[in-house]
């Protein structure tokens, strides 16, 4: 079974510049999440989805951060315009239950570093 | 509002010393699930274990056992003989409803 595949696993970028980091979950997962590691600490909920509805987004810094889900399969994560603190792992996960009952699956992130 | 506080840091330990994580969480809901995840440094974090708030049944699973007491909120995890392959960021996370939390995390380090 193919995992949680996510592009690009590094990126560089000056702040004030916008990127976009893409997701593919598992096949079949309802459920997507987006989290961000900042070095040293634990992943944080960005957002989630529900097939391509979104679930909970609190913790999404709107005012430069948005995510879509399209045909509730394939995802986008885009920052802009990006600040030095962006700078962070972004993981993605997908698992195919919608009550937080099941594991998730995480990808082996993207890695920005804002400069 | 939900919360999971793991308060080591980093721990240490020579090969086939057993480790052991605490971790405590805080939750209103009466049904949530528990789970251990790994982060080895190539980054992807790998699920380990899960546990349902109805289940205070403590299991081993080859090297790996938990503890799960609700009366202190707490569900801490075992690595028995531990080996070099183990040095990780262990996650304790929990979901309620159907968020995922995760804590800060403990760096185990096993040295040959």
């Known amino acids: 079974e193919a995992g949680v595949a996510q592009s690009p696993r590094y990126k560089i970028i000056e702040k004030r510049q916008s990127v976009a980091f893409w997701c593919n979950p598992i096949?079949?997962?309802?459920?997507l999440y987006w989290y961000q590691q900042i070095l040293g600490q634990g992943p944080k909920l960005l957002i989630q989805?529900?097939?391509?509805?979104?679930?909970?987004d609190s913790q999404l810094p709107k005012d430069r951060f948005s995510a879509e889900r399209l045909k509730g399969v394939d995802s986008t994560l885009k920052i802009q315009p990006a600040k030095l603190e962006d700078s962070a792992v972004y993981l993605c996960a997908s698992s195919n239950g919608g009550g937080g009952y099941t594991e998730a699956f995480f990808g082996q992130g993207t890695r920005l570093t804002v400069v | 509002a939900q919360k999971v506080t793991q308060a080591q840091t980093e721990i240490s330990v020579v090969e086939k010393e057993d480790v052991t994580l605490d971790c405590v969480y805080e939750?209103?809901?009466?049904?949530?699930?528990l789970f251990w995840y790994k982060q080895p440094p190539s980054g992807e974090l790998v699920f380990l274990i899960r546990?349902?708030?109805?289940?205070?049944q403590n299991e081993i699973s080859g090297r790996y056992s938990w503890n799960f007491q609700k009366s202190t909120s707490s569900f801490n995890f075992t690595i028995t003989a531990s080996q070099v392959v183990d040095s990780a960021v262990y996650f304790c996370a929990l979901s309620d409803d159907y968020k995922l939390s995760f804590g800060a995390g403990t760096t185990v380090t096993v040295r040959a």
């Open positions: 096949s079949g997962h309802a459920t």
């Open positions: 546990r349902n708030s109805f289940d205070e």
């Open positions: 989805f529900q097939n391509n509805g979104v679930v909970d």
């Open positions: 939750t209103r809901d009466t049904t949530y699930y």
